[in-house]
């Protein structure tokens, strides 16, 4: 182990974690908006917008996210979307885990007691604020847990941005793996700093966890 | 650049052919994954403390960490200690053993799921506790994680384009080069995406037909 270009290149991993970060904290902001919209869709009465919320999670969870970015990034330009590279990786990346999130999300509702909804009505509530009131805020509980699942996907799947050149921590590897030859340091700077960012992650989502089963 | 899908039909047969080898990966990982992650939980339930540690630790980095970035360290790891494969094997170990480590994680929770008695029965007819574990235990494991593997495996397809990006030429890779003489990636990823689509369907449609068997087995 070559100790002494670990040190010299560490300062250029931290710097690329940092852009993970960045790019993980849109990603999660986006992906849960959509995540929100496409629950709001499934759950519709509209039966339109049931099928556009099916759909979107069929296809953009039916298809390799690698793809989805390509389509956006490359292809964009041909249908008048111009992105740069980070853009395009929060874009579609975001989109891309939404759809899972969707599922995460109506899965969390739909396991809500029906009786509870059912309570809510009987007692003078309309449907909306039965949902607001009494089924949303069980299920918030319950989807906490399977959301950071999602998060711990998400954070992994942003080194795919390096395939369209974003410079962050797996580009930063591939390419000090490509200068020095030294694949197994580099996966493990990479590797460590890709872990304490999931573990920092994990321990927020155990801590809203349980303060959410608190009360 | 409007876009014109008419170029499509030329370059069809080079994608199918990609989509060949998507699916012959797609396979060979899902055995490597299958068996190495029954290998890795009866290792890190079973094993003598100086082999079960470092599995662990293994396990533990390749859980924390991208596949991209594990794609690399395998490809050019093999090559920096002189191992030379080529990249469909680097493809194949590389994903096998990304999912053989999620996999072994379901393994894990149902082998100790069994119920204790069934290995003190084993143990009382006489077989080792090998034996015991390979005849009488992991069978019904495996049987009780099917449908997570299976949506493992449907994970693993999509996960398979990665491999392009070490110059394994399935599907995505070939989509790149007939990319590279049409200059419309719109198009083809679209095309791809569309494939990628399908055989997603063709699996999840024989999951829920093993899962259905399963059921009615219980």
Known sequence: MDYALMQRVFPFFLEAAWITIVLSVLTAILGLTCAMLGTAARLSRFRMLRFIGATYVSVFRGTPALIQLFILYFGGPQIGIQLDAFEAGVIGLGVNVGAYMTETMRGAIISVDKGQGEAARTLGMSKWQAMRNVILPQAMRLMIRPLGVNLNTLIKSTALVAAISVVELTYTAQRYIGSTYKPFEMFLIAGLLYMIIIYVVGLAVTWADRKARLN | ?218
Do not use: C
């Open chain 2, 1 to 218: 650049m409007g876009l014109d899908f008419s170029v499509i039909p030329k370059y069809l047969d080079i994608v199918l052919l990609g989509a060949l080898w998507t699916i012959a990966i797609t396979l060979g990982a899902a055995i490597v994954s299958f068996f190495g992650g029954i290998l890795l939980a009866v290792i890190a339930l079973y094993a003598h403390p100086v082999v079960r540690w470092p599995f662990r630790a293994f396990s533990f980095l390749f859980l924390g960490t991208p596949l991209l970035l594990q794609l690399f360290l395998i490809y050019f790891g093999l090559v920096q200690i002189g191992i030379d494969v080529p990249a469909f094997v680097a493809g194949v170990i590389g994903l096998g053993l990304h999912f053989a480590v999620y996999n072994s994680e379901l393994f894990q929770t149902s082998i100790l799921a069994v119920d204790k008695g069934q290995i003190e029965a084993a143990r009382t007819l006489g077989l080792s506790r090998m034996q015991a574990l390979r005849k009488v235990v992991v069978p019904q494991a495996v049987r009780d994680v099917i449908p997570p593997i299976g949506n493992n495996m449907i994970a693993l397809l999509k996960d398979s384009a990665l491999v392009s990006v070490i110059g394994v030429s399935e599907l995505t890779l070939s989509a790149q080069r007939a990319i590279g003489s049409t200059y419309r990636p719109f198009e083809f990823y679209v095309l791809v995406a569309a494939i990628y689509y399908i055989i997603n369907l063709g699996m999840e449609a024989v999951l829920r037909r093993v899962e259905r068997r399963i059921q009615a087995s219980k």
